[in-house]
């Protein structure tokens, strides 16, 4: 556990994805994505590192397995986000008015999510610190689930894919 820990705050990041292997990664993109302490998490890094670690060169990682796992991490990752958001987001509405907690901005977020939501949701996952708390605001927004859920899909393929198909071409191109 200390090597991982290391790795990490050594900046080792394919040293790091090597100890944490497949679990390791689909856990640190599931909690990236869905749960409130995983702002910190090196998401983007992670998944091109992990790619990379999928080329031919490396052939640590089975590609599809990578993208697969990943995919699913994400989007799972963002439908407990917005769960969390949809059933505990109100409560902390309920506070007196505050900086983090006004009403108001409650109004504003679901203001924003039914006019740019789809875009939102997309566009986040390429945002870090964004993509962590944007399922949450939806949630809490109450944007609609059958919408939230249909760009999540779309934002969370194209954030895999891109993410992990550049980091496994990067050594195919060196030769």
Do not use: C
């Amino acid at each position: 556990m200390s090597e991982i820990i290391q790795s990490l705050l050594n900046h080792d990041l394919r040293s790091f994805v090597e100890q944490i292997g497949y679990i390791g990664t689909f856990f640190v993109i599931f909690a990236e994505s869905g749960l409130l302490i995983g702002f910190f998490l090196p998401g983007d890094s992670l998944i091109f590192t992990a790619g990379l670690l999928a080329s031919p060169k490396f052939a640590f990682f089975n590609i599809w397995v990578l993208l697969i796992g990943s995919w699913i991490a994400a989007v799972v990752g963002d439908n407990v986000g917005y769960e969390f958001g949809k059933r505990m987001g109100k409560r902390l509405f309920l506070r007196e008015k505050s900086f983090l907690f006004n009403p108001g901005n409650l109004l504003k977020a679901q203001e924003f999510y039914e006019k740019h939501g789809g875009k939102a949701i997309v566009i986040a996952r390429f945002m870090p610190v964004v993509r962590t708390f944007a399922p949450i605001v939806a949630g809490i927004a109450h944007m609609d689930h059958k919408r939230f859920t249909f760009f999540n899909f779309i934002g969370g393929t194209l954030w895999i894919w891109v993410y992990i198909v550049r980091g496994e071409g990067m050594k195919r191109r060196e030769r």
